[in-house]
């Protein structure tokens, strides 16, 4: 090979090791060489060493950091996502992702840091650590909001900040979900189902004899799923997937010895009521837990969407009727510490939901007066429009589909009220697509929504990304690597 084709081969494979999660001393393994000799027809051909590799690294991460750090100077706003998380060596992280509308109306979410703490995470802790991010990107007059779960430090360091606390809207769902149904008349279904699943997947043996029993009734082979209270939606995957297979598991139990407590028709009955509950449920927190479309201002149309499912029927018999007033009280109890007026912003400036359905008819005209207020004492100037891509998830979308009464708006003029009489967009079409389309015609209404569509409700998605990288065979990573190995990660999948 020639040295530019060996530069070019050796940058590549630098990226890959980032973009891709393998462990550095991939270079090393005698199949990949082999493989590049054959690929190349050079017999004496010698992968780059694990010193050339980081060196490479460390260049990417450098180049990657300095068009992250154009994108941040150039937006207006910026909204950040946060939480801390364990490493298999039982070291602390604390992981920050920014998001912001650029001048093209596109959404950009990329990770900030990955950075190893060291201290307890009490509020003045966690609330020095976020500032100390702010400041290292130069964005501390740029941040508007900051999304964390509700844990109590982050809630209280949230408190001490100079910005707007957003709980992540997916966490309260999952927390409503875990409590209400821990005391409820699902209990010994679901305590014996969860026995059941744990029989399978403790046993290997009773796993092949399940998939055999699948087989033979002509079903997919496929594990129980176990639930965990802190796993989004795992308590329906558990459930569904336990119905889906029950005649298969009960012909496996019947041929083993077992002092099981099996289900009767009617705690079945039961799991199968409690698992159409649950299904808007799912699709409500797959929703909220999205980075790469507008997610602040579908969270009050969804948990509004899911205060209707929870309506109680004719056909409901009484623990339903119960579960559900339990769950929209507990649901409702928990919006109240939101954000709501920020939320009510966002959702006012997302074109597809602008008619407030969500919110009650008495308290929309103060959420135009906010709109107002801040119009008056805005100094933003207008926006060039420019074509965006399109959102996803718009089967998600149909959920939000809300219907209450409407009432007429006073006569008024100016942007805000050719704003309020235009009409609602569909589900399925991306708020910034409209907003690209109308900025010029709305000049600082734009630049608001703008600022408060950024906002995002997430806070784990980058955790999971860590978890790839911090391995057991890689749990003496340095911590300065460990950042930059994630954030090119993250930064790398999105080019």
Not at 331 to 350: E, G, M, Q, S, Y
Request: a neutral charge; hydrophobic letters at 35%; charged letters at 25%.
């Amino acid at each position: 090979m020639s040295k530019a084709t060996t530069e070019k081969l050796t940058n590549s494979i630098a990226k890959w090791v980032a973009a891709d999660c393998r462990p550095i001393s991939i270079v090393e393994d005698e199949g990949l060489k082999e493989a590049f000799q054959i690929a190349s027809s050079d017999p004496n051909f010698q992968l780059p060493s694990r010193t050339t590799v980081m060196k490479r690294i460390h260049q990417l991460y450098g180049d990657e950091r300095t068009a992250k750090e154009e994108v941040l100077a150039g937006a207006c706003h910026v909204a950040l996502t946060g939480d801390h998380w364990t490493s298999v060596s039982n070291k602390n992280y604390l992981g920050v992702t920014a998001h912001l509308i650029d001048s093209e109306w596109k959404l950009k979410s990329f990770a900030l840091t990955v950075s190893k703490t060291v201290t307890r995470h009490y509020a003045d802790a966690c609330a020095e650590q976020f500032n100390a991010v702010t400041k290292e990107w130069e964005i501390e007059n740029k941040v508007t909001t900051i999304g964390t779960d509700s844990a109590r430090n982050m809630v209280a360091a949230a408190r001490q900040l100079p910005f707007e606390h957003i709980p992540c809207a997916a966490h309260m769902l999952q927390r409503t979900i875990t409590v209400c149904l821990e005391d409820s008349s699902f209990d010994t279904a679901l305590a014996k189902c969860r026995k059941i699943v744990g029989h399978f997947k403790h046993s290997p043996a009773s796993t092949e004899e399940l998939h055999q029993q699948q087989t033979a009734l002509g079903q997919a082979r496929e594990p129980l799923v176990q639930d965990v209270s802190t796993r989004w939606n795992s308590t329906l995957s558990m459930i569904s997937r336990y119905l889906r297979n029950q005649e298969a598991v009960n012909a496996t139990l019947a041929q083993q010895k077992h002092n099981l407590a099996t289900l009767t028709n009617l705690e079945c009955d039961k799991l199968q009521k409690l698992e159409v509950v649950l299904e808007p449920c799912r699709y409500v927190n797959e929703l909220l837990g999205g980075e790469s479309y507008v997610s602040c201002s579908v969270v009050l149309p969804a948990l509004c969407h899911l205060n209707r499912v929870m309506d109680p029927t004719d056909e409901d018999p009484g623990y339903m009727i119960k579960f559900k007033a339990n769950f929209s009280k507990d649901l409702d109890t928990r919006k109240a510490t939101i954000n709501n007026r920020w939320l009510k912003v966002a959702t006012a400036l997302d074109p597809r939901f602008k008619d407030l359905k969500s919110i009650h008819k008495n308290e929309r005209d103060e959420v135009w007066t906010w709109i107002e207020e801040m119009l008056r004492g805005s100094e933003a100037g207008p926006a060039a429009p420019q074509p965006t891509e399109d959102e996803p998830a718009a089967k998600k979308s149909l959920l939000l589909l809300c219907s209450s009464d409407s009432d007429s708006d006073k006569e008024e003029q100016g942007p805000l009220a050719h704003y309020k009489a235009e009409p609602c967009i569909g589900m399925r079409e991306c708020p910034l697509e409209w907003w690209a389309a109308h900025a010029g015609a709305y000049g600082q209404l734009s630049s608001l929504a703008r600022k408060y569509l950024a906002t995002s409700v997430p806070s784990e998605r980058l955790f999971s990304l860590a978890g790839n990288i911090i391995q057991k065979k890689r749990a003496a990573l340095h911590s300065d690597n460990v950042n930059k190995l994630v954030c090119l990660s993250n930064w790398l999948k999105k080019t």
